[in-house]
């Protein structure tokens, strides 16, 4: 089973540049087309969650089965791997919440599992990474009930999020908690305190997700760009022994 994570896509008006300077819907449309020309291709394709609205309007009601009212938050169950989508916005901020209904809905999707391999998107991380200014914007409310959910499973591969425009990954209550990068611009990696946040146009790039069963979840960051190469491994005759 493959799995695509895009996130952080940052989609614009026609014509106006996030930040004055990213032209995020050029690159979105390029982060999708090197989706589609995977071979193989993936299985599914999950992404953030934004604005709750706008994603009723545009994403066809069959991804994200049963997420018809309220809070963006659904199961995907016929698949290997279970796939339980959280909502971590709060309308109007930065930052990220779990509220009383949406941790009950968590702890609802965990026990009809039965055991079975799961996977939990949600767009917010829960943890600290060193970020300062991407850290006062994680997940801030609900984070202590939710890790106390997440531990007390033995099912889950892998916490799946997005956000901070960065890979990173972290053990997080028991299982691995893992930021995709962003198809458009990158957070500068920058561990000062004092450091307030920039975007960079370091290379876009998304998480593809192999899940078998003997193997369990393995993750790889794809580049979006196109690079020279590929080049065949000639060793030189005059080294032999070089791998």
């Not at 604005?51 to 994403?59: A, G, N, P, Q, S």
Request: net charge negative; aromatic share 8%.
């Amino acid at each position: 089973m493959l799995i695509a994570q895009i996130t952080d896509l940052h989609v614009r008006p026609r014509g106006l540049p996030a930040y004055r300077v990213s032209e995020t819907n050029r690159m979105v449309a390029r982060a999708v087309a090197h989706l589609v020309a995977l071979d193989p291709r993936p299985d599914l394709v999950p992404g953030n969650h934004d604005r709750r609205k706008t994603m009723r309007d545009v994403l066809p009601v069959a991804w994200m089965p049963g997420a018809t009212k309220g809070f963006v938050q659904y199961t995907v169950e016929d698949h290997p791997v279970r796939l339980i989508a959280l909502d971590t916005l709060v309308a109007g901020a930065s930052h990220g919440a779990l509220c009383t209904e949406r941790l009950g809905f968590l702890e609802r999707a965990l026990a009809g599992g039965d055991g079975r391999p799961t996977l939990v998107f949600m767009h917010h991380p829960p943890f600290e990474c060193g970020l300062v200014h991407m850290d006062e914007i994680r997940l801030l409310d609900g984070e202590a009930p939710f890790r106390r959910l997440i531990g007390a499973q033995t099912c889950i591969e892998r916490i799946l999020c997005g956000h901070h425009h960065r890979p990173i990954v972290t053990r997080y209550a028991g299982t691995i908690a893992q930021i995709a990068p962003s198809v458009s611009h990158q957070v500068a990696f920058d561990l000062t305190p004092e450091h307030e946040g920039a975007l960079v146009f370091e290379p876009p790039a998304y998480l593809l997700h192999r899940y078998t069963p003997e193997t369990g979840l393995v993750s790889h960051m794809v580049y979006v760009e196109a690079f020279d190469g590929p080049y065949p491994f000639v060793l030189d005759a005059a080294y032999p022994g070089q791998h």
